[in-house]
């Protein structure tokens, strides 16, 4: 294992970066054949339905991977301040100045309705930050009541969240059943980064475990894999993510891009649905020119944003999320009373 800067984890990072471009791709293409390039049939399509198994899946397994490595402990009040500043400033932010830009495009696939529940009802894709942010709020009891040190105690918790996912249960409303729908992967990733499995030959059967879930989605999909809460769905994500865990495959390009991940969650739809305007106006009409340029922007556009707002507080706080770099002075001043 090696690590691209300090404790990063570049496997990790490998898999954040596959799953960014799999959401960029997902949203280029169209999530319905009324949106996006509004691709009627062909690869593009058939691809982008059997990746549902696979995509929120995996973005919510290494959130909660990543989270056992950062755990909550004690102090519940500045946890959740950190996940307010984290994940609901940038959503409350971010999520409306998207609103804002898609009412007023010409060109854009759909538009806010009804401002009045505007992030009660969830803008788009945002609704992933949401329920991953009611998430964390159940996993301060289950951390303070150590239900989850040891293996045993993660059993009625998956079963109560696996029981609820495949029962459909839940509502749109503040992204509940997005969470309901995210649970199960949370805690898959948080158990095999708090216990990992210890076995001969783990990365051999992380690829039987791939191969035969593609080979299944290939051939089998579109008839037994279900809804997206079905339990074969929940079966296939599962055992996908911890293949792609168990191969622990390294690639640069994709560790760099997974760097940015939450950026890139953030902010592509900007740049996907902007580069979808443009190209098709100066006469470019190729789908899979256009596939390629919209996700190549939508990786490529949140980097830059996040390498800018990086530099001033007032968006690392907004746009990203960040904690607020103490001025130098402040730094001098500590350093001095220290002496």
């Keep these: 294992m090696t690590t691209l800067t300090t404790n990063r984890d570049s496997t990790i990072d490998t898999l954040r970066g596959l799953a960014c471009i799999l959401l960029v791709a997902y949203h280029v293409i169209g999530i319905t054949p009324d949106s996006g390039l509004r691709i009627q049939e062909g690869v593009l399509k058939d691809a982008n339905s059997l990746l549902i198994?696979?995509?929120m899946p995996i973005f919510t397994f290494l959130s909660g991977f990543?989270?056992?490595?950062?755990?909550?402990?004690?102090?519940?009040?500045?946890?959740?301040?950190g996940k307010i500043r984290r994940l609901i400033v940038p959503m409350l932010f971010v999520g409306t100045l998207f609103a804002l830009v898609q009412t007023?495009?010409?060109?854009?696939?759909?538009?806010?309705?009804?401002?009045?529940?505007l992030h009660l009802m969830p803008v788009a894709h945002y609704w992933f930050i949401e329920a991953?942010?009611?998430?964390?709020?159940?996993?301060?009891?289950?951390?303070?009541?150590?239900?989850?040190?040891?293996?045993?105690?993660?059993?009625?918790?998956?079963?109560?969240?696996?029981?609820?996912?495949?029962?459909?249960?839940?509502?749109?409303?503040?992204?509940?059943?997005?969470?309901?729908?995210?649970?199960?992967?949370?805690?898959?990733?948080l158990y095999c980064?708090?216990?990992?499995?210890?076995?001969?030959?783990?990365?051999?059967?992380?690829?039987?475990?791939i191969t035969t879930i593609i080979l299944f989605l290939l051939f089998f999909g579109q008839q037994y894999g279900g809804e997206r809460r079905s339990l074969n769905a929940l079966i296939i994500g599962t055992l996908f993510c911890t293949g792609l865990l168990f191969i622990e495959?390294?690639?640069?390009?994709l560790a760099k891009i997974g760097i940015f991940s939450y950026s890139i969650y953030l902010f592509h739809v900007f740049f996907t649905a902007a580069s979808r305007i443009l190209f098709i106006k100066i006469g470019i009409t190729?789908?899979?020119?256009?596939?390629?340029?919209?996700?190549?922007?939508?990786?490529?556009?949140?980097?830059?944003?996040?390498?800018?707002?990086?530099k001033y507080n007032p968006t690392r706080i907004l746009l990203l999320g960040k904690r607020p770099k103490e001025s130098r002075v402040f730094v001098e001043n500590s350093d001095e009373s220290k002496k």
């Design 132 to 189: 991953l942010f009611l998430i964390f709020l159940v996993i301060i009891p289950l951390e303070h009541f150590k239900i989850l040190q040891n293996k045993t105690g993660f059993a009625l918790p998956f079963l109560i969240a696996a029981l609820l996912y495949v029962s459909n249960a839940g509502t749109p409303w503040l992204s509940i059943a997005g969470a309901i729908y995210l649970f199960p992967y949370f805690l898959v990733g």
């Design 286 to 310: 190729e789908i899979w020119v256009l596939f390629i340029l919209g996700t190549a922007l939508g990786i490529a556009g949140p980097i830059l944003v996040e390498r800018i707002a990086s």
């Design 66 to 81: 990543v989270y056992a490595q950062r755990p909550f402990s004690s102090n519940w009040k500045k946890f959740m301040a």
């Design 53 to 55: 198994y696979i995509r």
């Design 104 to 117: 007023l495009t010409p060109g854009t696939n759909t538009a806010i309705t009804n401002w009045r529940v």
């Design 249 to 253: 495959y390294e690639s640069l390009f």
């Design 193 to 209: 980064s708090r216990f990992p499995v210890q076995i001969n030959n783990r990365k051999i059967l992380g690829y039987v475990l």
